[in-house]
């Protein structure tokens, strides 16, 4: 017990590096726990998820075989009553005895000019032959109570042996669900003589095409064991069970070799469903239900939870194999870390104590290139040159920009008594002067977005700025100007710096536009391309001469300048500059001008919401 605490004194608690690494190599080891248990839950997901798939599958293409069975049965029918001579020659076999259907077949031959007529039995045996899943056909007979038993290589006729009110019986419940197992054919049949255990058979009644009266009954039987053999070579890695039902849940096919529910009704039938989750019948099962077509036919996957339990107790145990291995070689690795950064540790504790005693000539030899040898070289110089760097250049820098930002803003800010124009604007409609009232309006609303303090407004606000801008030179110039605005709505509620657009409609309406003509027209267009937000200004006015264009773009591109307090171009400069200064020196203005054709200002800013600055 003492050399434990000397332990936890020397190597644990007065260490803060020691106990760092024994976190970590705690965290490692919950790690590891969790990380094996995630992965075990995940493999036995896939399991269960592969083995439903699959178990699925085999669902799906038993579905598809039962369907083609029965479409063969529905086929051989067609066929029968397609053709008026082979529907006659089956009806008067069921409505005479033997012996008269064999005179009649035979006055059918001798009649002169008589074709070859063929017989319905030979029908039913082609039909035998191309489904090597069928193994008879039965035909029975209500007026005259016999069957015939049909084979691909023999044919029989046999009355029946029982009781008239079981064969009655027996037909009436045939009526109303079309499959079912030998168990179920009656005692009157020749079970030997017809199939074998592992039979299913379809039933359908047979009618009189001219009356639609009913006189018998057909019964096809299929190989249960051909139907398994076939199965095995779709999917051989046949996952779980396999049940087909008929519709009143007897079953008719049990993919198990005991067969323990076939011939009986699944107790469970009113239980199953597809909802993917665990499914308590006699135990917990994942159930997939498929319809078999049109064939009245139920198929049932069922994969059970304790052969997922099977298939999972080996990876569960390698996974418990492999993390023990890797909580092992954590803490050997740790336990090995552990003491060489402790003497690393104890290296620097030593030098600090001598600097401490006075000894400034002392260094700290550190090998290697990790944290510590950083520490003990550079952490102290360098979080001194980054806080002088900060306070001397960043901080400084920051004001100087807002200085010059205040200035240049100051410049397109107008102080306008809009009260005054109110005033007059009711003193011209009083006069009449409706049309003047309006533009003093127009003017008014201006000057009221324009001597408010706020510095970023929407596009949608500095689009309205323009727009009634220009609608006061509309009105002035009755006829001669025409205006285009296009923004899109979804950019609407971005933010931009105020006045950003007005001074460059402003520079067309002083520079640009011809008051003698009447085709004056201004496009105003407001897009998003990818991230950034494009204002284009475009007008068909006297434009600018090649000297003066380039006189412009060199003081757009000359951001070291501020913007001159006079000139023609001082609106157009003094966006761009307040365009960089706010938003960086990827954005700003482009101009494109040809004189005596027009004018094209491009005005490129980032995309910035609502509320943001």
């Known amino acids: 017990m003492n050399k434990i605490r000397r332990f936890y004194l020397n190597h644990v608690k007065r260490k803060m590096f020691n106990k760092i690494i024994l976190i970590y190599s705690a965290v490692m080891m919950i790690l590891f726990l969790i990380a094996a248990v995630m992965a075990y839950q995940y493999q036995v997901q896939r399991i269960i998820r592969e083995e439903s798939d699959a178990n699925l599958k085999t669902a799906q293409v038993l579905a598809i075989y039962l369907n083609r069975q029965y479409e063969n ?73 016999f069957y015939m038993q049909i084979r691909k290589q023999s044919q029989q006729l046999k009355y029946e042996n029982g009781s008239k009110g079981d064969w009655e019986s027996w037909f009436a419940e045939r009526k109303y669900y079309g499959w079912d197992t030998i168990n179920q054919y009656g005692p009157f049949l020749d079970a030997a003589g017809s199939s074998s255990s592992g039979t299913y058979a379809y039933f359908r009644e047979l009618q009189d095409p001219w009356t639609l009266e009913k006189v018998g009954m057909m019964m096809v039987d299929f190989d249960a064991d051909q139907l398994s053999a076939w199965l095995k070579t779709r999917t051989p890695d046949i996952q779980g069970r396999i049940l087909v039902m008929s519709s009143q849940g007897t079953v008719v096919y049990d993919s198990q070799e005991t067969g323990s529910y076939v011939g009986q009704a699944y107790p469970y039938r009113h239980q199953l469903d597809n909802t993917g989750k665990w499914t308590p019948l006699d135990e917990s099962f994942k159930v997939n239900v498929l319809s078999a077509g049109n064939s009245e036919l139920t198929v049932v996957g069922f994969v059970s939870k304790s052969s997922i339990h099977d298939s999972t107790v080996q990876l569960r145990n390698t996974l418990i194999v492999i993390t023990l291995l890797f909580v092992l070689a954590s803490f050997i690795v740790t336990s090995t870390v552990m003491r060489k950064h402790s003497k690393k540790i104890q290296r620097i504790i030593r030098s600090m104590s001598r600097i401490g005693e006075g000894d400034l000539s002392v260094r700290i030899q550190m090998p290697g290139e990790d944290e510590l040898q950083q520490i003990s070289v550079r952490v ?15 901080a400084s820098e920051i004001r100087q920009k807002h200085a010059e930002l205040v200035a240049l803003q100051s410049q397109i800010q107008p102080h306008f008594l809009y009260n005054t124009l109110e005033s007059i604007r009711m003193k011209a409609y009083m006069s009449g002067a409706k049309e003047v009232g309006q533009l003093i309006y ?54 931009i710096i105020k006045l950003l657009i007005q001074p460059i409609v402003e520079n067309y309406i002083v520079h640009g536009f011809r008051s003698l003509e009447g085709d004056n027209e201004v496009s105003l267009s407001v897009v998003r391309e990818e991230e950034r937000i494009v204002i284009t200004v475009a007008d068909n006015g006297k434009g600018i001469s090649a000297g003066r264009l380039q006189e412009i773009r060199q003081l757009l591109s000359d951001s070291s300048q501020p913007p001159r307090s006079g000139g023609s171009s001082i609106g157009l400069i003094n966006v761009h500059e307040r365009i960089r200064m706010n938003y960086g020196e990827d954005y700003g203005v482009t101009i494109c001008s040809e004189e005596g054709k027009g004018t094209i200002v491009r005005v490129e800013i980032p995309v910035l919401r609502e509320g943001f600055m």
């Open 73 to 145: 049965v529905q086929t051989m029918v067609q066929q029968i009553y397609g053709d008026a001579a082979l529907s006659d020659d089956l009806v008067y076999f069921l409505n005479n005895r033997y012996e008269s259907y064999l005179s009649h077949r035979l006055n059918l031959f001798s009649r002169p000019g008589e074709h070859r007529v063929q017989s319905f039995s030979s029908v039913l045996k082609s039909s035998l032959e191309q489904d090597p899943g069928a193994t008879g056909v039965t035909i029975f007979s209500y007026p005259k109570n």
């Open 380 to 394: 102290n110089d360098m979080c001194e040159r980054l806080e002088q760097y900060i306070d001397k250049m960043y």
């Open 442 to 495: 127009s003017l008014s609303v201006m000057f009221k977005s324009m001597v408010k303090k706020d510095t970023m407004v929407t596009i949608q606000e500095e689009i309205e700025l323009c727009s009634i801008y220009l609608d006061l030179f509309r009105i002035r110039y009755e006829g001669k100007l025409a205006v285009r605005i296009d923004m899109d709505r979804e950019i609407g509620g971005c933010r």
